[in-house]
């Protein structure tokens, strides 16, 4: 007989973040989308509120 003692497992080790993003496609499509959207819209209305007033003839 052998006496083996059993050592304990070292715990999992935990990916990056940037592993765990790139890991999850549509989690990235999502985060394109409503970056883009927000992007886009804040530029659009941060023109919008800048125009200066326009004087009619």
Do not use: C, H, N
């Not at 497992?9 to 940037?18: M, V, W």
């Not at 927000?38 to 326009?54: D, H, K, Q, R, V």
Request: charge should be negative; proline fraction near 16%.
């Amino acid at each position: 007989m052998s006496d083996q003692t059993s050592a304990p497992s070292p715990p999992p080790e935990i990916p990056p973040l940037g592993q765990r993003l790139f890991d999850r496609p549509f989690l990235l499509l999502g985060a394109g989308l409503v970056v883009m959207f927000l992007f886009y819209t804040g530029w659009g209305m941060w023109e919008i509120l800048s125009l200066p007033a326009g004087t009619l003839p």
